[in-house]
């Protein structure tokens, strides 16, 4: 029997998009009650489309090590689905509370042990949380906390030493967190890769390789790792020291690196998968009519987009830089490229993220390219920007090196589509750079290239996760260069106000400058998702903010 949900899906397992997260990329209910088919064999086939490139949860954000680090590491809390609902349940903390007005958080660390049998402490979290700050460490999550636990944006900036963050350990039980200001959010990055828990005797020891092996990596999540045979695959197995491990099921997860999304489909349909992903009409058609298989449609909220490197001479120029986001045709893209799998994208902040009882995001805030684009003309904006820049009026002459973060065919004929597109429109001529995702990161990262694409996916459930990714302390994770002082206070303002209503038109205005002054990023669909899994696979989470990972997932009736 097949089912079709429209939601927000799973992403605990793997996106299959070269992604960023938030990003980014990447369950259970019932608090493990469901039962687990008797005897039968507990293992989980899943996979990842390229290895991660650390799973050092201070230096990686990519959803690829996310859904390794779910899995292996417990967060102070777990956002997990109960009815249909998700509730935030008690994880690495068992309980927590805060002062009256909301600025100063204690969690009980609850009784658990890492992998290696050692006890977990509040120190621990305390690490964890100011490593990721030190800017010594050169992290990319700090932009979860540095605005708002107390002094982060000082340490970030080397204005202020990592002792004068608001975390510290009052004994080996709990962990006490000041926040700035009042933060409406606060408990939703409680279960995101900048609260984890991190073993300083690991780093110490292993410097800039942990992470990077299996044997140079502990963790204190429901599952351990095996092994991990470098582009080939990761195995999980059990972490019988965890705190909860009654109510783990799977005995194994086997994560098979598989950058082929053909390959993918295949072991798919042969049953070596568990599970698969996929936006290909042919593939979609052909699982909708497989027996015993289940399938979910979920608008996610994740987007594809292009970048520009505003420190590039050509993409200084906001002209330019319009000019090119406003030559793509969202909805032809959407129908040639993604056969109608995906949705044209307008806006930065994607749909399917809420703003708590005020619901969806993008339902109350009007798209901001669709103004700019019924006022102004892509060919037009370019001549302008180019006479602004002294480079002529001839546009055959410019030349864009496109970077890509893939290899495979499918990007190959993204880029063919894109070459053949920007020089329809604005008559410019367009390199294509194809590039595996850790050569792809280095290159972005330090700033060697004009163009770029990616796909980036929202961390916790707050417009916050995504419009906050420009402010110029956050800058590096979407390596663009561009910064605005306008921008930047909007966004600190929105982090403070506790009034819903207001908080949404605080992330407007943002969101307006995003595009009207910057132009920095070129949005091009927001994703949907089109999973197929077999039905023997029980209890997963559905939703994409989910952070349960698959601690409650059991197989019945393989």
């Not at 050169?138 to 605005?147: D, E, K, L, V, Y």
């Not at 992470?211 to 990596?217: L, T």
């Not at 009654?246 to 082929?260: Q, R, T, W």
């Not at 902040?349 to 805030?365: F, I, K």
Request: glycine share 8%.
């Amino acid at each position: 029997m097949k089912k079709k949900l429209v939601a927000s899906l799973l992403a605990a397992t793997m996106v299959l998009s070269l992604a960023a997260c938030g990003g980014k990329g990447d369950g259970g209910s019932g608090g493990g009650s469901g039962k687990s088919g008797g005897g039968e064999e507990q293992y989980y086939n899943t996979y990842l489309q390229t290895e991660p490139s650390t799973l050092d949860s201070i230096k990686g954000n990519d959803n690829y090590s996310r859904g390794i680090l779910i899995n292996t590491m417990e967060p102070l809390t777990r956002l997990v689905e109960k009815d249909g609902e998700q509730v935030r349940e008690a994880a690495g903390a068992e309980s927590w509370e805060s002062n009256e007005d909301g600025t100063v958080w204690t969690f009980k660390i609850r009784d658990n042990k890492w992998s290696d049998g050692q006890e977990v402490t509040a120190a621990d979290y305390a690490y964890g949380i100011t490593q990721t700050l030190n800017p010594d460490a050169g992290s990319p999550n700090s932009f979860f906390t540095a605005g708002f636990i107390k002094n982060g944006s000082k340490v970030v900036n080397g204005e202020a030493s990592v002792e004068e963050l608001g975390v510290k350990a009052v004994d080996d039980k709990t962990l006490e967190i000041t926040l700035e200001a009042p933060t409406p959010y606060f408990m939703s990055l409680t279960d995101t890769r900048a609260c984890y828990p991190v073993r300083q005797d690991f780093v110490e020891q292993y410097g800039e390789t942990y992470g990077s092996e299996a044997e140079n990596f502990v963790g204190n999540g429901p599952f351990k790792i095996e092994s991990w045979t470098h582009n080939s695959e990761i195995k999980l197995v059990k972490n019988e020291n965890y705190w909860d491990a009654e109510n783990v099921k799977l005995d194994k997860i086997n994560y098979a690196i598989i950058n082929d999304e053909t390959a993918v489909f295949n072991s798919f349909d042969s049953g070596q998968l568990d599970w698969c992903s996929t936006g290909t009409e042919e593939w979609v058609n052909r699982f909708d009519k497989k027996e015993g298989v289940d399938r979910i449609d979920a608008v996610i909220p994740s987007m594809r987009f292009d970048f520009f490197n505003v420190n590039d001479e050509l993409f200084s120029n906001l002209n330019v830089r319009k000019a090119f986001v406003l030559a793509v045709d969202r909805e032809d893209m959407a129908k040639t490229i993604y056969q109608d799998m995906h949705i044209p994208a307008y806006w930065w902040v994607p749909q399917a993220v809420s703003t708590g009882e005020l619901g969806d995001y993008r339902e109350q805030v009007e798209a901001p390219l669709e103004k700019i684009a019924k006022e102004e003309d892509a060919k037009e904006l370019l001549l302008k920007g180019m006479d602004e820049l002294g480079l002529g009026s001839d546009p055959s002459k410019i030349t864009v090196k496109y970077s890509l973060s893939a290899t495979t065919q499918w990007a190959r004929n993204y880029g063919e589509y894109v070459q053949q597109k920007y020089k329809d429109v604005l008559g410019v001529n367009i390199e294509l750079d194809f590039n595996e995702w850790s050569t792809f990161q280095q290159k972005t990262n330090s700033g060697e290239y004009q163009m770029a694409n990616m796909t980036w996916s929202t961390d916790y459930d707050d417009p916050m996760s995504m419009i906050s990714l420009f402010t110029t302390e956050n800058s590096s994770n979407i390596p663009t260069g561009w910064s605005n002082e306008e921008f930047d206070a909007l966004i600190d303002q929105a982090g403070k106000e506790m009034d819903e209503a207001k908080r949404v038109d605080l992330y407007s205005q943002a969101e307006q400058i995003l595009f009207n002054e910057g132009c920095n990023i070129c949005p091009l669909v927001n994703e949907m998702q089109h999973i197929f899994r077999y039905s023997y696979v029980k209890n997963v989470d559905e939703k994409f903010t989910s952070t349960s990972g698959l601690k409650y997932v059991y197989i019945e009736g393989r």
